[in-house]
């Protein structure tokens, strides 16, 4: 169930109910049993996400380094709340644990780039990049 929630999530970007009862049929099992599935998961999203997926580190390292003030900045900027999609669906933030590079830290990752030594300032100039 999870490879067919992944592939699905890949096409559409996240899991609608309507895909999620799909599915459901296609396993040959309740819409509860998927639902409970993905829910269950943080890779699963049942909202759809932005174009762009802003990863911010919260691990012990990133947050000493700043990380909140380089959170603070999307946030304003973007009129984003953690774990949101901006209204024009242009980027996603989640907050995650530390990313394995803390001597990089403070960290973000968009999409799949990863950037080290972010501040509040530099985070605008390496979103701008991100149509
Ligand atoms: S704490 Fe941020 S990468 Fe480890």
Redesign the pocket.
Known sequence: MITVLRKCQEVVSYLPVELIDHISRGLNLSPSEVYGVASFYSLFSMKPKGRHIVKV?M????YVKGIKEVIDRISNQYELKEGGTSEDRRFSLEAVR?????GL?P?AVVNEDIYGGTSANSILNILEKYE
């Open positions: 580190c691990g012990t390292a990133c530390c990313l394995g590079a803390c830290a960290v």
